[in-house]
């Protein structure tokens, strides 16, 4: 069985710094695209960074230089990288692998202004 477990969230400060990890179990994330989204207060799930392998990642405009998407193939772990949080960035953070469409069940982030 195919599992995926975000940790990393927490409460911060705006202009503050989380690393969430995403561990896979089951199956082996180095052929696969994996993926991060969020899910605010809009109650609309949306994709803040992917990562298709190969060094290729892309990101939203609006969160480009801010967010960072890595992975380590040797550990079966993703990581997002945010930094200078503000609070529109509170959302619960979910890992995902994309084409085979697993989701975690996702990390809260609070940021507080």
């Known amino acids: 069985q195919v599992q995926l477990v975000e940790s990393g969230g927490g409460l911060v400060q705006a202009g503050g710094s989380l690393r969430l990890s995403c561990v896979a179990s089951g199956t082996t994330i180095s052929a696969n695209t994996m993926a991060w989204y969020r899910q605010g207060s809009r109650n609309q799930r949306e994709l803040v960074a992917a990562d298709v392998g190969s060094g290729t990642t892309t990101y939203p405009p609006y969160l480009k230089g801010r967010f960072t998407i890595s992975r380590d193939n040797a550990k079966n772990t993703v990581y997002l990288q945010m930094d200078d949080l503000k609070p529109e960035d509170t959302a619960v953070y979910y890992c995902?692998?994309?084409?085979?469409?697993?989701w975690g069940r996702g990390t809260q982030v609070t940021v507080s202004s």
């Open positions: 995902n692998m994309y084409l085979q469409d697993i």
